[in-house]
């Protein structure tokens, strides 16, 4: 199993629609979850931090689910500049600092 | 304004060349990071530091090195020993705690081979 997996899509959706990313992870000993957004040819910024009982920031909901090793992005209302690739961010120690990145799942969002 | 800069933005190597990215944050971040992006492919980590003059080999460190004599700079240099340089670097920065605490990055070095 990869230690960090995502469905690399490209998932095309319309404007307004709903749309869900899903990622798993290996190390069961995982504490630190994150999802990052990733533009054409830019650097990686944190769109949220992900915790256990799940969150939410705007049209954004993250959830984690321990037992299945599984975390998921849900967008909302989904606007033309979501597009973007969504990296899924695991901590590669139990303590450490160190981030395993996923290769990320493609979002297109057409009008 | 607080970040981390990278430069420069755009680096050409010649054959059996050296050459070294600049890593710069004023976060006051303990955690400093250099990860290599190839086109359609995830991060990958060359190599970071926790704390001044303490790094560790990340996946792909051959090739590279770094140092971190300063808590704000982490310069790579990419040597001739790496074979295929061309990529995307990038530069991050975190604070060193427990819990959750994400990476900040750089906008980047693109590096080519001439």
């Known amino acids: 199993r990869k230690e960090v997996e995502q469905d690399p899509g490209p998932f095309n959706v319309p404007e307004g629609a709903t749309v869900a990313f899903n990622c798993t992870y290996s190390?069961?000993?995982?504490?630190?979850f994150f999802w990052y957004r990733q533009d054409c040819r830019k650097e990686p910024k944190l769109l949220m931090s992900v915790y256990s009982s799940g969150n939410e920031d705007g049209r954004f909901t993250a959830q984690l689910n321990r037992a299945s090793q599984y975390i998921s992005l849900l967008i909302r209302d989904s606007k033309l500049s979501d597009s973007a690739t969504y990296l899924c961010?695991?901590?590669?120690?139990?303590?450490?600092?160190?981030?395993?990145f996923g290769k990320g799942t493609t979002l297109s969002v057409s009008s | 304004d607080g970040g981390i800069t990278q430069s420069p933005k755009y680096l050409f190597r010649k054959e059996g060349q050296n050459v070294t990215l600049s890593c710069e944050q004023n976060l006051n971040h303990d955690a400093m990071y250099w990860y290599r992006q190839d086109p359609g492919q995830g991060l990958r980590l060359i190599y970071y530091s926790q704390i001044v003059n303490d790094f560790q080999k990340g996946d792909i460190a051959e090739g590279y090195s770094v140092s971190r004599e300063k808590k704000e700079s982490f310069p790579l240099t990419v040597t001739s020993a790496q074979k295929n340089p061309t990529a995307f670097y990038l530069c991050?920065?975190?604070?060193?705690?427990?819990?959750?605490?994400?990476?900040?990055f750089g906008d980047g070095t693109r590096l080519s081979i001439l």
């Open positions: 190390n069961s000993a995982s504490q630190s």
């Open positions: 991050a920065s975190s604070r060193f705690r427990d819990g959750n605490q994400p990476q900040h």
């Open positions: 961010v695991v901590n590669r120690e139990q303590a450490g600092t160190a981030l395993i």
